[in-house]
């Protein structure tokens, strides 16, 4: 394994205990990696409608289960409750419950944004509108304890306080209270709400402005007492590669001392957007095909991508913004799966990164005389198992000693 990741390595000495509680001396057992620590994510919302029953996608959620660890589900207001007391509740919390069964965390996004906001709360009063924030953020902290145990808590504040008003005429109202508390003050509405609520939370600042004007927002939020579990840094390249600039971006943002979340990421693998369009969603054209050339370029720079990323020691999690190009954000073939289905290179490069060279897959070890066992890999999530027994055990960085206890498998 390189030594680039020796920061995500751990080596652990199990003491193996067997059923009775007795050291399981001299015996063979098999230890596999079933989870990593490092947050391989993507977008959950190509699945919400398997998860719910609504569509067979099968195939699909198959492929993503075989990469990603950590699912992002949609919770942009204007979607989620466009009728005010009606929000889908239930279908997000069957949706969490899904990907929550089968080993894979949840991250909310966003609890807080101008964009995608709920188009009813425009027409009310400041402090109304306000009242109506805070007690989204608590409902949604609430309702989802225990599925989603991680939010970006806020989204896009730099920009939040000018973006007004809306190309019909009406006040957004997100960015109205914004603007009148403050861009501090509204990072601390969306943090201290969902804290009040649930203490554990891992709460994220997100911003695709990664300009010095959201390291000075971060500076202000910190300095304000203002605790942070981590910080979003978004990187949708549909206009071609960053390359050494990720790894300038994760040293800027890491200095703060917080994680650093690649939080929205993904690549091209047709024709890229040309260089002059400022804002991404400008970009509307009738057809953007995914093409043979555009896939090898894609697989390598996802390639490029994760190595860096998951290189640097600031960096806890990489969320890939969809797996397939069917539906993909502004009609981009930015997938790792073609509409049809069918995988494209960059998948099968991802996979072999992910389930290959940085995962320990079935391997048969032999305790010594007292029952102990050395274990070597990357941080994560293990089981052990000796014949009809078994046992889960966290990897963590370093070096360490745990006992384990076999139980029926």
């Not at 020796?6 to 003491?15: D, K, N, T, W």
């Not at 492929?63 to 239930?90: H, N």
């Not at 500076?219 to 071609?240: F, N, P, S």
Request: aromatic letters at 8%.
């Amino acid at each position: 394994m390189s030594e680039a990741l020796a920061h995500r390595r751990g080596e652990v000495e199990l003491r193996v205990l067997d059923l009775a509680g007795r050291p399981l001396a001299d015996r063979e057992v098999v230890v596999e990696q079933v989870r990593h620590a490092f947050a391989f994510g993507c977008i959950g919302f190509d699945l919400i409608d398997h998860a719910t029953g609504d569509r067979d996608e099968s195939a699909l959620a198959a492929d993503w289960l075989e990469l990603f660890s950590l699912a992002v589900l949609p919770f942009y207001w204007g979607d989620f409750e466009p009728r005010r007391g009606r929000p889908a509740t239930r279908r997000l919390q069957t949706a969490a419950r899904w990907f929550r069964d089968r080993g894979v965390r949840v991250k909310g996004h966003p609890l807080v944004w101008h964009t995608v906001k709920a188009a009813w709360l425009d027409a009310l009063p400041d402090a109304e509108a306000e009242a109506l924030v805070r007690a989204r953020v608590r409902r949604e902290v609430a309702d989802f304890g225990g599925l989603v145990d991680e939010w970006d808590a806020i989204n896009e504040v730099v920009i939040m306080p000018d973006f007004v008003n809306e190309p019909d005429g009406v006040p957004n109202a997100i960015s109205r209270i914004a603007r009148r508390l403050g861009r501090v003050e509204m990072v601390r509405l969306a943090v201290d709400e969902a804290r009040s609520v649930d203490p554990s939370a891992r709460l994220l600042l997100n911003d695709f402005d990664l300009s010095a004007d959201y390291e000075r927002l971060i500076e202000g939020v910190l300095e304000a007492g203002i605790r942070l579990d981590g910080i979003g840094v978004q990187t949708h390249m549909h206009q071609g590669f960053r390359g050494a600039q990720l790894l300038e971006l994760a040293d800027r943002f890491g200095r703060f001392g917080l994680p650093v979340h690649f939080s929205e990421s993904s690549l091209v693998s047709g024709d890229l957007m040309p260089a002059h369009i400022v804002d991404l969603n400008d970009h509307v054209v009738d057809e953007w095909p995914s093409t043979p050339e555009g896939e090898v370029r894609q697989a390598d720079e996802l390639e490029q991508l994760y190595r860096m990323l998951v290189g640097h020691p600031a960096v806890a999690s990489i969320t890939y913004w969809g797996i397939t190009d069917h539906g993909a954000w502004l009609g981009a073939p930015i997938g790792l799966v073609r509409a049809d289905g069918s995988r494209k290179p960059s998948f099968d490069r991802l996979r072999s990164l992910v389930r290959d060279e940085w995962w320990l897959p079935a391997t048969t070890l032999r305790t010594d005389g007292e029952g102990r066992v050395r274990v070597t890999g990357l941080a994560g999530d293990y089981v052990i198992t000796a014949a009809d027994a078994r046992a889960e055990f966290a990897l963590p960085v370093g070096s360490s000693t745990q006992v384990v206890e076999l139980g029926a498998a």
